[in-house]
């Protein structure tokens, strides 16, 4: 069984930066396969980004080069960094963890999830 505590969601300004945190316990956090979703109000739950035991990520498309996903096995955290937010990026951000090594944009494959942290980004 894993827990996960996603914390660092506020309200910020368009055009600011923002780090989200999601802490693990309960397995070997470093074990792995990692991801962030989102979803905005009346909006299906969008896979965002994923990083794989080793450290290879995959971002949605259209985030690539504002978001990046890192992990600190030492810390059992995971990350999202997030720069230039825009309304858009308006969501509960929730972490997941897969019960395998490799990474995956489905939200099928992650048994486990957290209960999510707002963002809200003002125009």
């Known amino acids: 069984q894993v827990q996960l505590v996603e914390s660092g969601g506020r309200l910020v300004q368009a055009g600011d930066s923002l780090r989200l945190s999601c802490v693990a316990s309960?397995?070997?956090?470093?074990?792995?396969?990692m991801g962030w979703f989102r979803q905005a109000p009346e909006k299906e739950r969008e896979f965002v980004a994923t990083?794989?035991?080793?450290?290879?990520?995959y971002y949605l498309d259209s985030l690539k080069g504002r978001f990046t996903i890192s992990r600190d096995n030492a810390k059992n955290t995971l990350y999202l960094q997030m720069t230039s937010l825009k309304p858009e990026d308006t969501a509960v951000y929730y972490c997941?963890?897969?019960?395998?090594?490799?990474?995956?944009?489905?939200?099928?494959?992650?048994?486990?999830w957290g209960q999510g942290t707002q963002v809200v980004v003002s125009s």
């Open positions: 990083i794989s035991r080793s450290g290879a990520t």
């Open positions: 309960g397995r070997t956090f470093g074990d792995n396969g």
């Open positions: 997941a963890a897969r019960n395998v090594a490799g990474y995956s944009q489905q939200p099928t494959n992650y048994p486990y």
